[in-house]
């Protein structure tokens, strides 16, 4: 998929999950603001696993107009955000999660792409090949001699 499409399914996946299907960066924030009346802001401490979905937090925050931030000696895989526990909860971590799939598997899909072509060979031939010898040989590797 091309990143045109990627951005396209993260406009499409902002909208399924949106109040009112309302998109762009004005309906963001607006409903930031309306979680901001009806309940205090509290922090979160985010574990982020890959480098992919910490931009895809990131981006999201700067969308929505949220600061994320990290303490003294916090790990780099770690981001603070302080919004509302409702808006975490209903809102921003399930569409993080969403989209950050979303680029993960586009970003893993581009990877094998750029590897084939270097390759010249279709890693999909080989991945069964490759998972067999590994099952087969992993109690080996691991067994004292």
Known sequence: M????????????????????????????????AWRQREPDQEFRLK????TAQRVL????????VTPYRTPRQ???MVCVRVPRGFMHEVMWPRVQTMADLVDQAAADAAERIVE???????????SAAATAIATTQGELFDEP
Request: aromatic share 8%.
């Open 58 to 65: 990131l981006g999201w925050c700067y969308r929505y107009g």
């Open 48 to 51: 982020v696993a890959t480098p």
């Open 117 to 127: 072509r270097w390759s010249g060979a279709s890693l999909a031939q080989y991945e």
């Open 75 to 77: 790990r780099q895989t």
């Open 2 to 33: 091309d990143e045109d499409g990627v951005v396209e399914q993260l406009h499409d996946i902002e909208r399924k999950l949106a109040a009112g299907g309302a998109v762009g960066l004005e309906a963001c924030r607006a409903e930031l603001a």
